[in-house]
C-alpha cells in the first residue's frame, strides 16, 4: 500500500485550511500584528499618545471653527495655519539635533509640559469671550515652536522603547494610534464645538497632556543620552542633510512626502468654509469631514502593523500615488483622494525613513517633519 498508514481512532492534522487551522492563522497574524505591546514602555506610550491626540486634534478642528466663525476669512484661516507650521520650518534642523543630545524622556516631559501650558490660555480666553484672531495666532506660533521639538523627540523615542527586531511594527503601531486619534478627535470636537463651543475643546486638550505625562514619568527607557559622537550642533545638522543625500532610499521618500504635502495636504485650510458654505454641515460637519479624511492613513498604517520587514513597500508606495494621481487629475470623490494621500503620507515619510535611519538619528526625522511644514508655510498661506 503506498502513501502513509493510519492509526485507527487517532486524527490527523488538518492540512485542508479547516476552521481551526484557520484560527489560529488568524491568531498568529494577530499576535504578529500587535507584538510591540509585549514592551511596558511602549504600552504606557501608546496609552497616553492616543489620550494626548485625540485631544490635539479636537483643538485643531475646533481653532480652525473659531477662526472661521470669528472672521469668515480663507485668509486667516491660512495665516493661522501658515503661523503653526513656519516655526517647524524654521527650527527643524536644530530640533533634530537636540533630539539626539539630551535624554529623549526628559525632552519628552518637558515638550509636554510646554504644550499643556499653551492650551490653558486659549481656553479660558475662548471660555471668557475674550478671545481675538491675533491670540490664536501667537499662540499657534508658540505651539509651533514646540512641535518643532516634538516631531523628531517623539519619533526618535520609540526606537528605545522595543527592541530592533520590533521597531517596524512599533512604528506602525504608533502611527495607526496617530490616524486613530485623528478620526475619533474631530468627530467628538464637531459634537463638542456644536453643543457647548469651542473652548471646551481648548480645555480638554489641555487636560489630555496630564495622560501622556503621567504615562511618561512611568516609562524607563530615554533616560540616557543618545550614544553619538558629539559635536558642535552645526555639525550635527550638517551630517543630517549628507546622510539624507548619500542614503538614496531616504533622499527619495523625502521629495516624495515633500511633494504629496505641498500639493495634496492642503485642503485641510479651507474645510471649515467646505463644510458650512458648500455643505451646509456646520461643526459638527467639519468635525466629520477631517475625520474621514484619515481613514486611509490608518488603513495604511494597520496594513504596515502586520509586516514583518519593509520589503516590497516601494510596490504599495507606487500603487498608492497612482490612485492619488488618477483621482486628483480627476477631481473626483475628494475623502478618496485625501485617504490616499494619508496612507501614503504615513507608508512614505515615517516608517520607511526610520527603518532605513540610523537608530537615533532625530536629525532625519527632523528632515521628514520639515518636508511636512512646508505644504503649510507655502500653500496653506496662499490658499
Known amino acids: 500500500m503506498s502513501g502513509c498508514e493510519c492509526k485507527p481512532g487517532r486524527a490527523q492534522p488538518s492540512i485542508d485550511g479547516g476552521p481551526d487551522a484557520k484560527k489560529i492563522m488568524a491568531q498568529s497574524r494577530l499576535k504578529t500584528s500587535l507584538r510591540a505591546?509585549?514592551?511596558?514602555?511602549?504600552?504606557?506610550?501608546?496609552?497616553?499618545?492616543?489620550?494626548?491626540?485625540?485631544?490635539?486634534?479636537?483643538?485643531?478642528?475646533?481653532?480652525?471653527?473659531l477662526v472661521y466663525r470669528l472672521t469668515g476669512s480663507a485668509t486667516l484661516l491660512g495665516v493661522v495655519g501658515f503661523a503653526s507650521q513656519i516655526p517647524i520650518l524654521i527650527l527643524a534642523p536644530i530640533a533634530g539635533a537636540v533630539a539626539d543630545t539630551y535624554p529623549r524622556r526628559r525632552s519628552m516631559l518637558a515638550i509636554q509640559t510646554a504644550a499643556m501650558l499653551l492650551a490653558f490660555p486659549l481656553a479660558a480666553l475662548t471660555l471668557l469671550n475674550r478671545i481675538h484672531v491675533w491670540h490664536i495666532i501667537v499662540l499657534a506660533v508658540l505651539l509651533?515652536?514646540?512641535?518643532?521639538?516634538?516631531?523628531?523627540v517623539r519619533q526618535s523615542f520609540v526606537a528605545e522603547m522595543v527592541g530592533r527586531e520590533d521597531l517596524v511594527n512599533a512604528i506602525a503601531l504608533n502611527s495607526s494610534m496617530m490616524n486613530g486619534a485623528r478620526i475619533i478627535g474631530p468627530a467628538i470636537a464637531g459634537i463638542v464645538v456644536a453643543a457647548v463651543g469651542e473652548g471646551w475643546c481648548f480645555l480638554i486638550n489641555g487636560l489630555s497632556y496630564l495622560a501622556v505625562i503621567v504615562g511618561l514619568l512611568f516609562i524607563t527607557a530615554g533616560n540616557q543620552p543618545p550614544q553619538e559622537e558629539r559635536g558642535s550642533y552645526m555639525e550635527a545638522i550638517l551630517e543630517g542633510f549628507r546622510f539624507v543625500l548619500?542614503?538614496?532610499?531616504?533622499?527619495?521618500?523625502?521629495?516624495?512626502?515633500?511633494?504629496?504635502?505641498?500639493?495634496?495636504?492642503p485642503y485641510s485650510v479651507l474645510m471649515p468654509i467646505f463644510a458650512d458654505n458648500i455643505l451646509n454641515g456646520g461643526a459638527k460637519g467639519l468635525g466629520l469631514l477631517m475625520g474621514f479624511s484619515g481613514v486611509g492613513a490608518l488603513l495604511g498604517a494597520i496594513?504596515?502593523?502586520?509586516?514583518q520587514g519593509i520589503r516590497g513597500l516601494s510596490n504599495w508606495v507606487i500603487s498608492v500615488s497612482r490612485i492619488l494621481a488618477l483621482h486628483a487629475s480627476a477631481g473626483a470623490c475628494r475623502l478618496l483622494h485625501d485617504g490616499a494621500t494619508g496612507f501614503l503620507e504615513h507608508i512614505n515619510p515615517e516608517h520607511g525613513s526610520r527603518s532605513a535611519a540610523r537608530p537615533?538619528?532625530?536629525?532625519l526625522f527632523d528632515d521628514v517633519s520639515r518636508n511636512g511644514a512646508v505644504r503649510c508655510a507655502v500653500c496653506r498661506f496662499t490658499c
Not at 514592551?39 to 480652525?64: C, E, K, P
Not at 509651533?144 to 523628531?152: L, Q, W
Not at 548619500?246 to 495636504?265: A, K
Not at 496594513?303 to 509586516?307: K, S, V
Open 37 to 65: 505591546f509585549r514592551y511596558r514602555n511602549f504600552r504606557l506610550f501608546f496609552a497616553g499618545q492616543l489620550t494626548s491626540l485625540v485631544g490635539t486634534w479636537m483643538q485643531t478642528v475646533a481653532q480652525s471653527w
Open 144 to 152: 509651533g515652536f514646540v512641535n518643532a521639538f516634538d516631531i523628531p
Open 303 to 307: 496594513t504596515l502593523a502586520g509586516r
Open 360 to 363: 537615533g538619528d532625530g536629525r
Open 246 to 265: 548619500r542614503t538614496r532610499p531616504v533622499r527619495m521618500l523625502l521629495i516624495m512626502i515633500g511633494v504629496v504635502s505641498l500639493m495634496g495636504m
